[in-house]
């Protein structure tokens, strides 16, 4: 079973180093296994600061300050290949 904020991912940079760089700028990315995707910072409906991994114009999964460092989010959603992709970009 899928656990939140299950598996790890040792990241060169923290969240809120990602999240500054990403403010308000768009990042196209392509993950090791070569899918498309966009990252962007925003604030959540909660206020919490995220970023979101969009594919083909649609969520595929966010992450919070809290997510960063697993491969999987707060709902339990995959999301460590877009993390991995975007850390290694800056």
């Known amino acids: 079973m899928i656990e939140v904020h299950?598996?790890?991912i040792k990241h060169k940079h923290s969240f809120p180093d990602v999240y500054?760089?990403?403010?308000?700028?768009?990042?196209?990315?392509?993950t090791s296994t070569g899918k498309e995707f966009t990252a962007f910072a925003t604030t959540a409906k909660d206020g919490r600061e995220v970023i979101r991994f969009n594919r083909n114009n649609k969520e595929s999964a966010r992450a919070y300050k809290c997510c960063w460092g697993h491969y999987y989010n707060c709902n339990r959603t995959r999301f460590g290949m877009y993390a991995k992709a975007l850390d290694e970009a800056f």
């Open 20 to 30: 500054t760089l990403l403010n308000n700028n768009e990042v196209k990315l392509i």
């Open 6 to 8: 299950g598996g790890y």
